[in-house]
């Protein structure tokens, strides 16, 4: 199941494409809806492994309790950026099939600027920590997903007409 939510994911933007391209808006929405839905589940399994497991992934990298330690809070704080991501992955693929893929860019550089701003200013106070920036790079990606998912619902509507994306009963029959 991995390798075919895997495989899915990296396919979508072409099946999303055609699809675009032959003005069949419903399975546009669809290839969304499914591609979402996969990438998300896979991304929840990886972050309950790494919220349960954390230590247990790294032995095969280090053996140093302390680089263990250091890792494993890595992890079980940054593993919260991987649902997000995966929204914002396939908000990404989407825009390519939509073929406009500015809003894939406004999103990245809105996270950008909301990360380094904090980040600068907090690695120059003096209570700085790293899980700081772990933390940051949560919210960020958090903003990113959001705005992804809005700009996303914008295209949407601008490019799929509405009365053709909801099926009728007629359609259904």
């Given at each position: 199941?991995?390798?075919?939510?895997?495989g899915?994911?990296?396919c979508?933007?072409a099946?999303?494409?055609?699809?675009?391209?032959a003005?069949?808006?419903?399975r546009?929405r669809e290839?969304f809806t499914w591609?979402?839905?996969?990438t998300c589940?896979?991304?929840?399994?990886?972050?309950?492994?790494?919220?349960?497991?954390?230590?247990l992934?790294l032995?095969?990298f280090s053996?140093d309790?302390?680089v263990?330690?250091?890792?494993a809070?890595?992890?079980?704080?940054?593993?919260?950026?991987?649902i997000?991501?995966?929204i914002?992955?396939?908000c990404?693929g989407?825009?390519?099939s939509?073929?406009?893929?500015w809003?894939g860019?406004?999103?990245?550089?809105?996270?950008l600027l909301?990360?380094?701003f904090?980040?600068?200013?907090?690695?120059?106070q003096a209570n700085?920590?790293?899980e700081q920036?772990?933390y940051?790079s949560?919210s960020?990606v958090?903003?990113?997903?959001?705005l992804?998912?809005y700009?996303l619902?914008?295209?949407?509507?601008r490019r799929?007409?509405?009365?053709?994306?909801t099926p009728?009963?007629?359609?259904?029959?």
């Amino acid at each position: 199941m991995i390798f075919t939510c895997y495989g899915y994911c990296f396919c979508r933007p072409a099946i999303a494409g055609q699809n675009f391209g032959a003005k069949n808006y419903q399975r546009v929405r669809e290839t969304f809806t499914w591609s979402v839905i996969m990438t998300c589940s896979l991304m929840t399994l990886l972050t309950i492994v790494c919220l349960w497991q954390a230590e247990l992934l790294l032995l095969s990298f280090s053996t140093d309790k302390q680089v263990i330690v250091i890792s494993a809070a890595f992890l079980q704080i940054i593993c919260w950026n991987f649902i997000p991501s995966g929204i914002v992955f396939t908000c990404s693929g989407m825009f390519q099939s939509l073929g406009n893929t500015w809003p894939g860019l406004l999103s990245t550089g809105a996270r950008l600027l909301a990360f380094i701003f904090p980040a600068l200013w907090l690695s120059n106070q003096a209570n700085f920590q790293i899980e700081q920036l772990w933390y940051i790079s949560v919210s960020t990606v958090c903003f990113q997903a959001l705005l992804s998912y809005y700009f996303l619902r914008r295209e949407f509507k601008r490019r799929l007409p509405a009365e053709l994306t909801t099926p009728t009963i007629t359609q259904l029959n």
